[in-house]
Nanobody
Framework: QLQLVESGGGLVQPGGSLRLSCATS????????IGWFRQAPGKEREGVSC????????HYADSVKGRFTISRDNAKNTVYLQMNSLKPEDTAVYYC???????????????????WGQGTQVTVSS
């Protein structure tokens, strides 16, 4: 079973940057598409960004386009989410998820993903 571990969350001021990492040590990550999702208090989990297992296709939610960049280093079994120009509304717990099957539509459907990390808190506040 794929086990994912997120890291890199924290407290940052508006306009700042963070880089989240999603890593696994038990399987090679290149078999899986990876998605980043977030969930704010009282809100449903939403898709943020996704990347195909070969890195050849990426998808972003409209709310983060131009500010967030997803990438992967399969040699390191790690997927990254670079978050720039952070806003208070980006505050949430961020989760990474993995699945063997993927189309861009999966990025807005958290329930179709098979494997999940435990989440990392991102707080954007002055």
């Amino acid at each position: 079973q794929l086990q994912l571990v997120e890291s890199g969350g924290g407290l940052v001021q508006p306009g700042g940057s963070l880089r989240l990492s999603c890593a696994t040590s038990r399987f090679t990550l290149d078999h899986y598409a990876i998605g980043w999702f977030r969930q704010a208090p009282g809100k449903e989990r939403e898709g943020v960004s996704c990347i195909r297992r070969d890195g050849g296709s990426t998808h972003y939610a409209d709310s983060v386009k131009g500010r967030f960049t997803i990438s992967r280093d399969n040699a390191k079994n790690t997927v990254y989410l670079q978050m720039n120009s952070l806003k208070p509304e980006d505050t949430a717990v961020y989760y990474c998820a993995g699945d063997i099957f993927y189309t861009d539509s999966y990025c807005s459907q958290p329930k179709v993903w098979d494997y999940w990390g435990q989440g990392t808190q991102v707080t954007v506040s002055s």
